[in-house]
């Protein structure tokens, strides 16, 4: 299936098998009326996107119950080929004890030198991908 | 000069030249009252990011007037180092014929099989930047 780009319109079990394939993705949140986006390695546990960060940061202010798109990508600019997911859902700020503690035991360090004490976990709520196929 | 979050903030000389060296960013924005998010391949002209897209477009009916982000980064998963540079602005349609005259001649073919009679402009309005070094 194609959408009306000429996008090939991806699966939602292809979606959640790519998402695992990278460690980076881009977070798009609302900051002072705002678009903003910020690059986050995360990991995918429970069917959840999990990022870490500090409790001071904009990205721990903007996700408390908010809307948030996630997205991960990969292209070959070389071939000028690749696919992107999205997935758009609630962001919540972990805070429940006993999931703290099995969030903590993930192999999830963040990649910025910050202090890590926050959890935010995204719950797909819309997923969707494209893949763009290398040109004949 | 670093942010809280331990990260290198980039001047606004260096993002102008970051931006220049990658061919795909990600534009940011509202679909439906819900955060949006799309890889587009791009040029900057004239201190601006030029994208191509199709008139019948999500990104064409998004971007009419809209405040955008744009994203543009680099990471290099092995050494967990990379930056990224966005770019907040008003996003246009470009209508005037001279523009259009001029835009056409640039070398920017968008990278999926749609139709690229649309070109928007975003005009940036805030530039900022982080880099995060390789882990010592």
Known sequence: MYDSGGLEILSDEECRRLITAV?????VFTDRALPAIQPVNFLMSNGEVIIRTSSGSKLAAAARN???AFEVDEF???IQAGW???IVGHARIVSENGEL???RGL???TW???AQDHFIAITPELISGRRLPKAA
């Open 23 to 27: 460690p980076l993705g881009r977070i």
């Open 76 to 78: 070959d600019p070389a």
């Open 101 to 103: 503690s099995e969030l």
């Open 66 to 68: 908010a809307v948030v």
């Open 112 to 114: 910025a030198p910050s």
């Open 107 to 109: 192999p999830l360090r």
């Open 84 to 86: 992107s997911v999205v």
